[in-house]
């Protein structure tokens, strides 16, 4: 099952902050908007993202379509396909892309320790 680019999304206090520790780690700003409260950070092949008041935790984040540069990708397995092997295998979904159609959509999900998995798929 090819999932996507990987990256962990992280629920922050306070964005300036947590963006001046995590560039003293050598991550550089990739993305977002520190306006609307989240920005994208990148060291070499890891990502993170940093989010302000839009989430209670820490979630893993999966990104179908997209490389670990957030460019699309030619060939990719469309996030209502994982939905669909994802239930077939016997895992519950917190929340379900609509099961026609193409695009963007999003599927949830939480594993046995209570941590939230989010594949998000943009194109």
Not at 42 to 62: E, K, P, V, W
Not at 98 to 104: A, F, I
Request: one cysteine or more; a negative charge.
């Amino acid at each position: 099952m090819q999932l996507g680019a990987f990256s962990v999304s992280l629920a922050v206090k306070d964005l300036v902050a947590s963006r001046a520790f995590y560039e003293n780690l050598g991550f550089t700003t990739a993305g977002g908007d520190a306006d609307q409260g989240w920005l994208i950070l990148r060291n070499a092949g890891c990502t993170i993202s940093l989010f302000q008041g839009m989430f209670d935790g820490n979630i893993l984040t999966f990104n179908p379509g997209w490389d670990g540069e957030a460019q699309p990708l030619p060939d990719f397995t469309d996030v209502r396909d994982l939905q669909k092997q994802l239930k077939a295998s016997g895992l519950t979904l917190d929340s379900e892309a609509e099961e026609t159609g193409s695009g963007p959509a999003s599927v949830m999900l939480t594993d046995p320790d209570g941590n939230t998995i989010l594949i998000d798929q943009h194109v």
